[in-house]
């Protein structure tokens, strides 16, 4: 077996002899990479938190927002290079790492990397700010007087793995705000974000000590609970017991911002699904549910699909397992851990039993489990509309018929804090009826169907500001600028 050694993390100030490392195996098709992650003390921990927070004050925090944008597009067009060492690194390993086929995570990696380049960047700020100039320095406010956005002095990331590259989202999201940042490695994926903080320390020296990336087993113990104690804010994505895990840990004044699990589903009306597009769009649907096999928070369970049209719900279901089928030849799922091999023979036996004995009838309406047992993805169709619940993921997916577009809401709106994206084959005068409804069971994100795994830049993850959340605003009341007026030189 060819065996390399790569060594994960981002340590500015600290000597690898210095640093106790662990080892993390992979294995990929006859290949194993063994990824060393850092281990740190306490002590360890807080050195380096302290030496992020000067090293940011002194370089991050005088640079312009234009500036950063700037550092990063250039990092991010190397990392957009084939050619590049970075990207030939990360379409070699990543793929190891993760298990997700070759050719998936490179085009995966290329659509997601594409969301960072300068102008996606500077509306992803404009997004946020009115004025992006508040970062830099005190604006006009419209009330009167001014007012200045100020970036946390320590930005803590706890990242999770089950998409790889994901740590990009957070931490340029900290650069933008021109914070000190340090980002908590997530084993499932070790590699990127390490790399990606050398790189930024190649493309603009000045950097090279304002962020680190480091690693602990789990939800760590004195290790963690230092850097903790040393952030303004801290941003989390993972199950919710880990995410309570870490709250419980951080002092009443630390800002936390949590990001759990989620569900996504697709609703397609009836006039979306004609004997022409109906299979373009049964095409689309198999990228959203294929796409890193479902692990993404805004990933599809359930595909909400109208009767009435010229191809029916069981033909659109179907349609998307052929789909499927077809792209498990170009992008094969990767090999199951137990665990989800059982989890995902569970959720077929389940249906399976929930079965209708009987045949279908001459309409084809009996519910049915297409795709054979040891197919790498399933398709359930149902003729009874369920409420929204999660699948096995690994390419698994329902089809559920209903008779109007209005039926779709009160299916999902018991999941309400767990809703995020939904995909959306519609009219234009639907969407927009559709969106209302939706929205108010607690959706944060409609997209089309399609473009369920590739959210925009500036997207409001889970309804919330990606910047704004992350300052603190300063104001010069216009009283105070009234008042300074007698104390002027040119006053008599």
Known sequence: MNTQRVQAGYLPGLATADVQWHVLPFEQDGQRVDVAVPVLTAAQMQALAARVKEASARHLKTMTVSDIITVIDRAIARLLDPNDPYRRQAD???????????????????????????????????????????????????????????????????????????????????????????GKLPSAEPLFAGWFAQLLAEVHPPLADCLAVVWWRGAGEDDATALYLEADTVVAYGGNAALHAIQRRLPVTTRFLPHGHKLGFGVISAKALDAQQAPALARRAAWDVMRYDQQGCYSPHVFYVQRGAPVSPRAFASYLAGELATLQQRFPRRALELEESAAVAKWRQSIEWALPASQPDNTGRADALIGDPESAWSVSYTDTAPPLSPTALQRSIVVAAIDSLDDVAPRVVPHRDYLQTAGVAATPEELYVLAEQLGAAGVTRISAIGAMSTPQAGWHHDGRFNLLDLVRMTEIESSAETAADPYARYEP
């Open 92 to 182: 070699a390993l990543l793929p190891i790492v993760s298990g997700y086929d070759a050719d998936m995570v490179r085009l995966g990696l290329t659509g997601f990397l594409k969301t960072f380049r300068a102008p996606q960047l500077h509306r992803f700020v404009v997004e946020d700010f009115a004025n992006p100039k508040v970062l830099d320095g005190f604006q006009p406010a419209p009330k009167g007087g001014a007012v200045r956005a100020h970036g946390p002095q320590l930005l803590v990331h706890s990242w999770a793995g089950n998409v790889p590259a994901l740590a990009l989202w957070s931490l340029v999201c900290g650069l933008l705000v021109k914070a000190g940042n340090i």
